[in-house]
Nanobody, 124 residues
Framework: QVQLEESGGGLVQAGGSLRLSCTAS????????MGWLRQAPGKGREFVAA????????YYADSAKGRFTISRDNAKNTVYLQMNSLKPEDTAVYYC?????????????????WGQGTQVTVSS
């Protein structure tokens, strides 16, 4: 069982940066693939980025490539999402998710564990 808690959201102007953190409880975190997904008002949950168990491999949505960076520190049981050059369309609740299956996934249904989400608002 893994519990996830996000932090780092907030209000930022377009062009600004934020770093989201997701801290996990449980000893199995270091073996999990982790992802960040987001949900804007009135829209479905959208994949943003994912990272493999040791942080060597990453996978991004086209909307995140070149602007966002996912990373992890297994010693701290934490995964990060560094977001640069933020746009108003990045406004959403950002969720951290994890799964023990050794695969990248864009689909929210394939993640077993979820945090509560953190709000990111980008003003124009």
């Amino acid at each position: 069982q893994v519990q996830l808690e996000e932090s780092g959201g907030g209000l930022v102007q377009a062009g600004g940066s934020l770093r989201l953190s997701c801290t996990a409880s449980g000893s199995t975190f270091s073996s999990y693939y982790m992802g960040w997904l987001r949900q804007a008002p009135g829209k479905g949950r959208e994949f943003v980025a994912a990272i493999n168990w040791n942080g060597v491999s990453t996978y991004y949505a086209d909307s995140a490539k070149g602007r966002f960076t996912i990373s992890r520190d297994n010693a701290k049981n934490t995964v990060y999402l560094q977001m640069n050059s933020l746009k108003p369309e990045d406004t959403a609740v950002y969720y951290c998710a994890g799964d023990p299956s050794p695969r990248f996934s864009r689909w929210s249904a394939e993640y077993t564990y979820w945090g509560q989400g953190t709000q990111v608002t980008v003003s124009s």
